[in-house]
């Protein structure tokens, strides 16, 4: 149990052009999920949380307008990428946690999303 | 604020070497979580272990341990004979109690050689 999918994997697109990543819960409804942003040979770095139904809460320094995020349902969040550059090709990675609120409750990672904007 | 700590960027060691990863942490949270995951060169995270703040228990699973001390703020993660398929990025990370966040250490690499 509780399975996180992303679609899709892997993303090439050009400069100036949008692209939408889905996180989904494939066996379970995920109250809370995160948006993580890693770079080669980095750490994870919080983009934003988002709540069902509610707006995303983004992290000092993340531009709302340029990373969407929409969680309109307790198993689906979308992450779209918005007039993509260069300096926006990373590995991106969401997660989900049943309860929203308690510090230990466990986030199942969803296996990422490459993605390249050339 | 929440900080966690891998000194150690990248490892090498040679297979059925014994190998211990150092994570020290920083909160004012009392209750707390920390947690280990494995990132192999696929990309996705494993999720090795979660111990929380009250448990001081060491905790052994196969080749795997995990030495918890609240009093130096370190959860080490020691590898047991280790093989290539260890070979990884491993993250230590933080949860607070009141804060549902994770916070990441900046990993460690880990190449185990034949």
């Known amino acids: 149990g509780a399975v996180v999918s992303q679609h899709p994997s892997r993303v090439i697109c050009k400069s100036g052009t949008s692209v939408k990543i889905e996180c989904r819960s494939l066996?379970?409804?995920?109250?809370?999920m995160f948006w993580y942003r890693q770079f080669p040979k980095q750490s994870l770095m919080l983009m934003a949380t988002?709540?069902?139904?509610?707006?995303?809460?983004?992290e000092q320094g993340v531009e709302k307008d340029k990373f969407l995020i929409n969680h309109a349902s307790l198993t689906l969040s979308t992450l779209t990428v918005t007039s993509a550059h260069p300096e926006d090709s990373s590995f991106y990675i969401c997660?989900?946690?049943?309860?929203?609120?308690?510090?230990?409750?466990?986030?199942?990672f969803g296996p990422g999303t490459r993605l390249t904007v050339l | 604020a929440q900080k966690v700590t891998q000194a150690q960027t990248e490892i090498s060691v040679v297979e059925k070497e014994d190998v211990t990863l150092d994570c020290v942490y920083e909160?004012?949270?009392?209750?707390?979580?920390l947690f280990w995951y494995k990132q192999p060169p696929s990309g996705e995270l494993v999720f090795l272990i979660r111990?929380?703040?009250?448990?001081?228990q060491n905790e052994i699973s196969g080749r795997y341990s995990w030495n918890f001390q609240k009093s130096t703020s370190s959860f080490n993660f020691t590898i047991t004979a280790s093989q290539v398929v260890d070979s990884a990025v491993y993250f230590c990370?933080?949860?607070?109690?009141?804060?549902?966040?994770?916070?990441f250490g900046k990993g460690t690499l880990l190449t185990v050689n034949p």
């Open positions: 997660s989900a946690s049943r309860t929203s609120g308690v510090g230990g409750n466990e986030q199942f």
């Open positions: 066996d379970f409804q995920a109250t809370t």
């Open positions: 988002s709540n069902e139904g509610s707006k995303a809460t983004y």
């Open positions: 909160t004012r949270d009392t209750t707390y979580y």
């Open positions: 111990r929380n703040s009250f448990d001081e």
């Open positions: 990370a933080l949860s607070g109690g009141s804060n549902y966040k994770l916070t």
